[in-house]
């Protein structure tokens, strides 16, 4: 009993409204004979709706960590600042559908949309849950309510970043089940089927499986994943075995990319675990995710493999969450089969996992104008990552990636520098040379996951060799003693900050400078409010 699978149907009776009636089932089948269908749960009663929502395709879930350990709530990762599309799936008796969605203002489910389907974003959480959407359905008869965290509305939603960690541990992302859930461990009985090596024969004829994969459908922005985590049930190989990962992008059509855009190995010693175990793929390069992605596993049909069965996440999932496939060597010809097509009544998503980030970049100010001194301007940014991992997107050279570096990155006549402060907190320097006109550049600055735009601009102003402007009513001047520079008027311990024709800071320090650091040019002196120019 344990094996069938219910589903369920609705007969209009209006049709004998007022009547006396009799309500029977006929069973009709083409085949002779066979006990193959049963009839439970019948009810006569006004119809009522029955709301339901399901996640947007392409959503990940939190699933198992790295020291195998799994939160009993389902969790899902967002990106920030990205419509999300949420459409009602409520039985066919449903007038009305109506969402209620958590508000950032009120920190409550006040935000109300009507309709079919809904588009929501919200802003970075900052590693804080947010509930899932309510979603209530209404007839005449009275109303439903569904939340894919359950009545109780347990788990949610992180928008933006990763997933926290849980006991220290890395939690990865997934295409799990959380309807059907509960983890399938393949085993190696006479004529088991396993995602991996399995009994001699048990495909049939000249038929051998080479490689196991998932197809992990577009996420709604791009995700950076850094590790892949396969998680086998069974698993012996000599220390020196290698298993290989292989990711391909996969276009609209299903067609793979020629090559694949990122590798890994692990070896067979470098797999732990006891009873289930755990094979972690490190990328040298993070890989964006942005369209459908398939992830393969190739290797375990190696004479040093003896056992290794991955793990598939639920014995009985629909065809809509049927992400595994295995590539089967059939008469010396490779072909690719989805698991619904080569398992018979088995189809089910492979705990391949990803350990992957929505990156968030956002700045302070969306147009800023360079000081008319310094020529230099510092904006503060909020991201989930620090600014020397992030690149300037140079749209006029096919959107090539001009990467951010400690001594600035040049970008036409500007020069863009990181700043990551003592606090942590994170900004992005903005500098350029002075200029006898007027002039402004659009810069669009990305970190992997977001891309954002501002407009910088720099008013003309006259040459500026030799020192000048001193402001005389702060009572300060600056002189040197050999190649010592001193703004006097001010104290020893004062903080003396030096910027080049760039506006790049080259000291910040107290007074009296040793200014042999310094090559030759042209410098900004800033102490307090006292600024003054000098040449070297």
């Known amino acids: 009993m344990g094996e069938l699978q219910y589903a369920s149907y609705c007969v209009p009776l209006t049709d004998y409204r007022g009547k006396k009636v009799k309500i029977a089932f006929r069973y009709l089948t083409p085949f002779a004979g066979g006990n193959s269908m049963a009839v439970d749960a019948v009810t006569v009663a006004a119809p009522q709706p029955e709301a339901f929502y399901t996640l947007t395709e392409g959503s990940l879930l939190a699933g198992i960590s790295d020291g195998l350990h799994s939160n009993t709530e389902p969790y899902i990762l967002i990106p920030a600042d990205k419509e999300i599309n949420w459409s009602a799936s409520s039985n066919v008796y449903t007038e009305t559908n109506s969402w209620a969605f958590y508000s950032e203002a009120s920190g409550e489910m006040t935000d109300i949309v009507e309709g079919n389907t809904a588009k929501v974003s919200y802003g970075w959480s900052h590693g804080g849950v947010i509930p899932y959407p309510v979603l209530t359905a209404s007839n005449i008869n009275g109303s439903h309510k569904y939340s894919f965290g359950g009545e109780e509305n347990k788990g949610g939603m992180y928008v933006g970043g990763r997933i926290p960690n849980l006991a220290d541990e890395t939690v990865y992302l997934g295409n799990y089940d959380y309807v059907n859930k509960g983890l399938a461990v393949p085993n190696f009985g006479n004529g088991s089927y396993c995602f991996g090596t399995s009994a001699t024969g048990t495909w049939g004829n000249n038929i051998k499986q080479t490689a196991i994969g998932n197809l992990f459908y577009a996420p709604a922005a791009p995700l950076t994943v850094t590790d892949v985590m396969l998680t086998l049930g069974e698993f012996d190989a000599d220390d020196d075995a290698v298993i290989s990962l292989e990711i391909y992008n996969v276009d609209s059509d299903g067609r793979f990319s020629a090559q694949p855009v990122a590798t890994s190995s692990v070896t067979g010693k ?190 003309a102003t006259t040459d500026t060799s030799g020192i000048d402007g001193v402001n005389d009513e702060d009572g300060c001047t600056l002189s040197f003693d050999g190649d010592i520079l001193t703004v006097c008027g001010m104290a020893d311990d004062e903080t003396v900050c030096i910027y080049d024709a760039y506006g790049r800071m080259v000291y910040a320090g107290v007074n009296n400078v040793d ?5 030759k040019g042209i410098y900004i002196v800033r102490c307090g409010a006292y600024t003054a120019k000098f040449a070297k």
């Open 515 to 519: 200014t042999r650091i310094l090559g």
């Open 270 to 459: 470098e797999i732990t675990g006891f009873g289930f175990y755990n094979a972690i793929f490190h990328l040298a390069t993070p890989y964006e995710m942005s369209g459908h992605t398939f992830v393969m596993i190739k290797g375990f049909d190696s004479e040093k493999v003896r056992e290794f069965a991955a793990c598939a996440q639920s014995e009985h999932n629909d065809a809509a969450h049927n992400y595994a496939y295995m590539m089967f060597e059939i008469n010396g010809e490779e072909v690719l089969y989805s698991a619904s097509d080569a398992l018979a009544n088995y189809s089910s998503a492979l705990y391949i996992s990803l350990n992957g980030t929505y990156h968030v970049l956002s700045l302070s100010e969306e147009i800023v104008t360079l000081d008319e001194t310094t020529n230099m301007v510092e904006v503060a940014a909020n991201a989930t990552n620090s600014p020397e991992n992030w690149w300037v997107v140079d749209t006029a050279n096919d959107n090539a990636r001009l990467p951010l570096v400690a001594e600035g990155t040049t970008f036409d006549w500007l020069t863009i520098t990181p700043v990551t402060g003592a606090d942590g907190a994170y900004a992005v320097r903005f500098s350029a040379a002075r200029s006898s006109v007027q002039r402004s550049k659009t810069v669009s600055l990305g970190n992997g996951g977001t891309e954002v735009r501002i407009r910088v601009k720099q008013s």
